[in-house]
């Protein structure tokens, strides 16, 4: 891992940055960086729908599933919607993987990128005003752009990614990603419109003392897991869990902790989807300085045999992670 080359004072608006960190890109063609321009476009656009949800009508199940079996909410709709309009439109991208979608989307057979995104992560969230993100993972396709799209270009391992980030809607809503330079976080600023770089090359503390996991899934953990939240505990660890994953894997990268989401008994694979959750986040972590793991390997080197599939997920400081994986 390499830091940023060119580094950028704080408060750089995020096109300045994107445009003066362009010639690090493998392809610097500038097709990445019109991608980046298209996603933090749609996430303004997003914010706007989030920021209002309280005022108007646009709250409430809509009454139909996605592809994990949970209830849509509107906004996770409208949050497809704006990304996948924006990613239409920019022409870079020729195929996008969604959460809310059973397969992937055809967008631009000449692009050379494939998206894999969750729109709006934390949905549960949305009706309680409390932070919700968008996930997404940026991977160059294999097959040469204008040929039919092949498996290779859509199940790609996340150490493929050429780029990857959230989106986190909160008491201020912030962008940060990764192009495999280091990490950097941009803070919105509504009135004016832009992302400003407000975190700049984000370092994950090695060792922290937060850990954040649902406990109330206890019973159906492994022993090995109990044990280790034993340890937590022993070790007067403090316990942080919002549901959000976005939120408590932000939280865990700026102030040192890890985050998991286990096998259970129901769900021997965990919750978390590998291909739109799990990697992007792996992929910051890891560019931080932290760890993202399954348990035993590393998250990156999974080989994805299909779209939503699901991986048990260890995040955050690397001892910590590390730690757990010895349980
Ligand atoms: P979603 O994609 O349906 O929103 O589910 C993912 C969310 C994560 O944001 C969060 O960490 C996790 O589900 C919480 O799950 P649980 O309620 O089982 O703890
Ligand atoms: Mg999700």
């Known amino acids: 891992m390499e830091e940023s080359r060119i580094a950028q004072p704080i408060g750089t608006a995020l096109d300045r940055f994107i445009k003066s960190n362009q010639d690090q890109f493998a392809f610097a063609s500038g097709e990445l960086s019109q991608l980046l321009r298209d996603i933090a476009l749609a996430s303004k656009v997003v914010n706007r729908e989030v920021n209002k949800a309280g005022l108007i009508d646009i709250m409430g199940a809509m009454g139909s599933m996605n592809m994990g079996g949970d209830q849509q909410q509107k906004l996770d709709v409208l949050a497809n919607i704006r990304f996948s309009r924006a990613l239409m439109k920019g022409g870079e991208a020729c195929a996008l993987i969604s959460e809310e979608s059973e397969s992937y989307l055809d967008l631009n057979n000449h692009g050379s990128y494939v998206i894999a995104i969750d729109p709006l992560d934390g949905s549960s969230n949305i009706d309680v005003n409390v932070s919700i993100g968008t996930i997404f993972s940026i991977y160059r396709r294999k097959s040469p752009p204008g040929t039919p ?45 832009e992302y400003f770089l407000s975190h700049p090359n984000l370092r994950q503390p090695i060792n922290g003392k937060i850990f954040s996991v649902n406990e109330g899934s206890y019973k159906s953990f492994s022993q090995s897991v109990r044990n280790y939240l034993h340890h937590c505990k022993d070790e007067g660890y403090t316990g942080r869990y919002i549901g959000s994953l976005v939120a408590d894997f932000h939280r865990n990268l700026l102030k040192g902790g890890i985050y998991i989401y286990p096998s259970t008994a129901k769900d021997p694979n965990g919750k978390l989807r590998l291909m739109y959750e799990c990697n992007a986040l792996a992929f910051v972590a890891e560019q931080a300085g932290g760890k993202a793991s399954d348990g035993k390997n590393r998250v990156l080197d999974i080989q994805p045999t299909s779209l939503h599939q699901r991986t048990p997920f260890y995040v955050g400081s690397r001892n910590m992670v590390e730690e757990a994986e010895k349980f």
């Open 149 to 193: 799209i092949q498996q290779q270009d859509i199940l790609q391992k996340g150490s493929e990614q050429v780029a990857a980030g959230y989106i986190l809607y909160g008491s201020s809503t912030m962008l940060v990603y990764t192009t495999g330079y280091g990490v950097n976080g941009f803070t919105y600023e509504p009135t004016l419109g």
